[in-house]
């Protein structure tokens, strides 16, 4: 079956520190790779996503590329501000199980001044 | 664009009773809704798929007839928890597929329902 596993937390970095979230994958076929990011107390925001291998996910400074030969998804982002401060979750997505997503366990950042 | 909407945000009942939760893609045709059930520092689980027009297809383990879903139309799905109990308490997450991007969920904001 399809899992993701994700680099477990919490992880706490200082401000304008480089930021590397792990996120390997295991699936059928070949799925499109996602990471969400949640706020407290709210529901899940796509962060960003990528469908096919070599593709790199970006948004937010944030970055991800869907490596196939590490079946990898690595999320990184070069200088972290405190409103970074969120969980992130890893998913993906393949059309076998009927597009449902499967999550990683996410991972909980904290960014302190 | 591709936002949804929960309803309510927040919720408080007394044991027994039922309570409907709401979710709506604003600006965008969601042919299949998910509802999700996320515990405190824990990931998300699926309860159910919501398919528009049929019958939702429920996880193992989740009581169809203690979580009713209903997706009446392209833009809205709800979900009813009957008979609530103290152990029903938890953070549920909707989300939308896009019809036009099937890969792509879209998650509602949550909604927190304790039951007293």
């Known amino acids: 079956g399809n899992s993701v596993t994700q680099m477990e937390g919490p992880v706490t970095l200082s401000e304008e520190a480089f930021l590397t979230i792990n996120c390997t994958y295991t699936?059928?076929?070949?799925?499109?790779l996602f990471w969400y990011v949640q706020y407290p107390g709210e529901g899940l925001q796509l962060l960003l996503k990528?469908?096919?291998?070599?593709d790199k996910g970006s948004n937010k400074g944030f970055e991800a590329t869907y490596r196939k030969e590490t079946t990898s998804f690595h999320l990184e982002k070069g200088s972290v501000q405190v409103s970074d401060s969120a969980v992130y979750f890893c998913?993906?997505?393949?059309?076998?199980?009927?597009?449902?997503?499967?999550f990683g366990e996410g991972t909980q950042l904290t960014v302190n001044p | 664009g591709a936002v949804v909407s929960q309803h309510p945000s927040r919720v408080i009942c007394k044991s027994g009773t039922s309570v409907k939760i709401e979710c709506r893609s604003l600006?965008?045709?969601?042919?299949?809704m998910f509802w999700y059930r996320q515990f405190p520092k824990k990931s998300l689980m699926l309860m159910a798929t919501?398919?528009?027009?049929?019958?939702?297809?429920?996880e193992q383990g989740v009581e169809k007839d203690k979580f009713l879903i209903n997706h009446a139309s392209l833009t809205l799905s709800t979900l009813t928890v009957t008979s609530a109990h103290p152990e029903d308490s938890s953070f549920y997450i909707c989300?939308?597929?896009?019809?036009?991007?099937?890969?792509?969920?879209?998650f509602g904001p949550g909604t927190r329902l304790t039951v007293l």
């Open positions: 989300s939308a597929r896009d019809r036009g991007a099937t890969d792509t969920q879209y």
């Open positions: 699936a059928t076929g070949y799925p499109s």
């Open positions: 990528a469908t096919k291998a070599d």
């Open positions: 998913a993906l997505s393949a059309r076998i199980s009927g597009s449902r997503l499967t």
């Open positions: 600006d965008f045709q969601a042919t299949t």
């Open positions: 919501s398919n528009e027009g049929s019958k939702a297809t429920y």
